[in-house]
């Protein structure tokens, strides 16, 4: 803001370097034998005094524009100290939250690749549970017929066997 500043005063010195040399023209009359008339000399006591307000005016102006300028920057000194506060607080928050979504994601991630393992394995475990329940039958089955089949060679031995001891 202080170029900006230093900007309109190089700007505003050429305008008063101007109405100098026009107030100094004014005040020093040429040498062309023209006499002074009371109408001009009041005319320019009303200019300058014209003039000087306008310079009052314009200085009061520049302070006011420099106190307000001045209150605007401690304003935004303020603020950004305020801003740098907010951010000390909020970014400890900021890395721990996402710590812990980033722990979540992962463990989100290890619960699906479970689900899926634990879905595979109960449908092994009862493909497993069916083969095994067949196998159990199976057994039984071949079981009976080997209990029937021992039972009936046991009798056909002792047919055999009462026969032998009718024919000795």
């Known amino acids: 803001m202080t170029t900006e500043d230093q900007q309109k005063q190089s700007q505003t ?28 000399n009041s005319a320019l006591a009303a200019f300058r005094a014209k003039e000087e307000e306008i310079e009052r005016r314009r200085s009061e102006i520049r302070e006011r524009l420099q106190a307000q300028f ?17 951010d000390s607080v909020t970014d400890p928050m900021r890395k721990e939250v996402a710590a812990i979504c980033k722990k979540v994601e992962i463990v989100n991630r290890d619960v699906k690749i479970l689900g899926i393992n634990c879905q595979k394995k109960e ?10 329940d067949e196998k159990k039958k199976e057994k039984a089955q071949l079981l009976a017929k080997l ?11 002792s047919s055999k066997l009462e026969e032998l001891c009718k024919n000795i």
């Open 123 to 132: 449908k092994e475990y009862r493909e497993s549970a069916e083969a095994f």
């Open 147 to 157: 209990a029937e089949l021992v039972s009936e060679s046991e009798k056909l031995r």
């Open 70 to 86: 001045t209150r605007v920057e401690e304003e935004a000194k303020r603020l950004h100290l305020i801003q740098s506060e907010l």
């Open 13 to 40: 010195m050429p305008c008063l370097q101007k109405k100098k040399k026009m107030s100094e023209m004014i005040e020093t009359p040429e040498t062309d034998d023209v006499p002074t008339l009371p109408d001009q």
